[in-house]
């Protein structure tokens, strides 16, 4: 039995179980580190009677991923206040000791999709959220992309037209940046109205699915992935699928020649088998991921 | 010993031998895909005695990388006249009689770089070439990024004031994609002069740096690269690594906090430790995954 920890800026999810369908799930809010990491034990412990193999934590970012660094498992420079410089998986693992599985909450979200989603047995793929912020997970031949620290998909730079769209941005370190532009608070700030507030026929979904074709394509042209899947808050906004399909078509303009995206968009942008369940089912897997890692360490 | 053909649209360079060190290597026009294929196997031939363990090309593109696939080894939708669905990596068999490792132009030299290169032991990194056109390779976890295709990450869209930079691009697919403002041919096209014509004060650098340098911000932000290695003609004005670095280092903004990118950006953007021979020393290493892989077949 595991347990799995999708931590947001706003919210915690818990959950301890084996599968999908095998969860129980409980969420509260994000407040102090000390407070909400104890509420997550709490739960844990209780859920599972102590008899946890392992826990998953797919956290907000960003965290340092690097095992032989003195922070791994910490959320470093977050501007949200109080969690600056935390040692996240350290806390678990010192309450519950048991191995814990650490990785960014797209990452896992992405692992989540590859295990029980949308992706089962696709090599390669990109799992994105377009919500409070933008971000993303690849995965490249069968394995989470990570390199030197995590991506940061959302900061992307991407054409901007000032005379069509004169609003400066969101992003505090870029402005325009992907993020900048096309994630919820985005929209609010630019529409006055949050995006689920935004009837189907609003001109701010046009330039919406734009701004997010724009950021497919140059991973397209990148990241070369089998599949892209497409969660978080704006895209429950389901008309937001077949405008981003069209777009990025267009973008693309032939030059990428799969029958993928030249005839089956509708089967390569789609949205998650998880539906917003992805991070925590994720969460799941990292827990079971560090349960089989330390198994293998102790066994000859 | 090896063969190794480095296949490019105006050129091909052909080696025999074991090592960067041990090398013969000749250099003739692209003609035909049948005529210039000939001088290729004549040349490997000849200096090999017919002795060769296997062979690896890097080609120009797209090419078809599918094993799977019954085009596996092709050159598909090149607007090259006369190359268009040619079976490079066939002909290239069938003559020789032997293994034949096959991939795009510009992983070959990413493998070159990872092997005898700037890269070696870096296990995710990214192989650039700005030159004829804007091509790059990507190692993640160790291994080439295939994905669905191969990349095409010259194709990318970044952000063009068009009032600072009234030129369309060059691209005939995308316009002003990253290739079509920063490739050779789109300076040449938009100063009236080569890259190698303009000296190092002109106003084309400063613009030249801008677009390079948009283009590596949004691989960091998708790809993490623990390295970043800048080859090709254009690059061969050394001035431009530092302007690049200066303008990156501007872009990102102290958002991504590693050592790397805050403080070690002159030894994190580079050029190659192979010059202009990474492809063919890669296309070497072609051969031999070719060879190891056969023998792999072969043997219990």
Request: hydrophobic share 40%; glycine share 12%.
């Amino acid at each position: 039995m595991f347990g799995a920890i999708e931590a947001g800026g706003t919210k915690f999810v818990c959950a301890v179980g084996t599968n999908p369908d095998d969860l129980k799930l409980t969420q509260f809010p994000t407040t102090s580190p000390e407070a909400t990491t104890a509420s997550a034990i709490a739960f844990l412990q209780k859920q599972s009677d102590g008899e946890l193999d392992g826990v998953g934590i797919g956290s907000f970012g960003p965290v340092d991923l690097c095992t032989a660094s003195p922070t791994f498992g910490y959320i470093t420079s977050t501007p949200k206040s109080g969690w600056q410089n935390y040692d996240f998986a350290g806390a678990i693992r010192t309450a519950l000791n048991v191995p814990v599985g650490f990785d960014t909450d797209v990452n896992a979200a992405a692992l989540g999709e590859a295990r029980w989603g949308a992706a089962q047995s696709v090599s390669d793929f990109l799992y994105l959220t377009i919500g409070t912020g933008i971000g993303g997970g690849a995965v490249v031949n069968g394995r989470i992309l990570h390199g030197l620290l995590h991506p940061e998909m959302g900061h992307i730079r991407i054409p901007h037209d000032f005379n069509h769209d004169p609003y400066l941005g969101y992003c505090s370190f870029h402005g325009d940046c992907l993020e900048g532009l096309a994630s919820g608070p985005a929209m609010q700030q630019r529409w006055g109205e949050p995006p689920e507030g935004l009837p189907a026929n609003h001109p701010a979904w046009a330039l919406e699915a734009h701004y997010l074709a724009l950021g497919l394509a140059n991973w397209v042209c990148t990241l070369s992935p089998r599949l892209i899947v497409l969660g978080g808050g704006v895209m429950r906004q389901y008309w937001l699928f077949e405008m981003i399909r069209k777009d990025l078509s267009q973008l693309l303009n032939g030059y990428v020649r799969a029958k993928e995206l030249m005839e089956n968009l509708d089967q390569y942008v789609i949205p998650p088998g998880l539906g917003n369940r992805s991070g925590i089912i994720g969460a799941l897997v990292l827990a079971e991921q560090a349960y089989q890692k330390q198994r293998e360490l102790v066994s000859p």
